[in-house]
């Protein structure tokens, strides 16, 4: 479900760094995660990190997150973001693309 849709953006493929293995506990440290750090984190770290900060984005937008194919859609525009922009965070790349495709979402 909501796994699938970040489960592209969450195996980016950018160099590794030194960063904690842990998902942050709190919105206020969420929020400011780069991506790089986001992709030295352990698998499962990474996914609950985006789909807490995705659901965050999304309740502030006023969507729900797709499944299936458009789910995908979304985790491959985050992933690319991240790509792009390793130093960027996570939320912010998240929130953007949620923004962007937001009239093609469902409503909530």
Do not use: W
Request: glycine share 6%; with cysteine.
């Amino acid at each position: 479900m909501k796994t699938i849709v970040l489960a592209a953006a969450l195996s980016l493929g950018l160099a590794s760094a030194a960063a904690a293995q842990n998902a942050p506990v709190s919105f206020d440290q969420a929020a400011y995660v780069t991506c790089r750090e986001a992709h030295a984190m352990n698998a499962e770290a990474r996914r609950s990190l985006a789909i807490y900060l995705a659901e965050h984005s999304a309740r502030y937008r006023g969507v729900a997150l797709p499944d299936g194919g458009h789910g995908a859609h979304l985790g491959h525009l985050v992933r690319a973001g991240c790509t792009i922009a390793p130093e960027a965070y996570l939320f912010t790349v998240i929130d953007r693309v949620i923004l962007s495709e937001k009239d093609k979402l469902p409503k909530r």
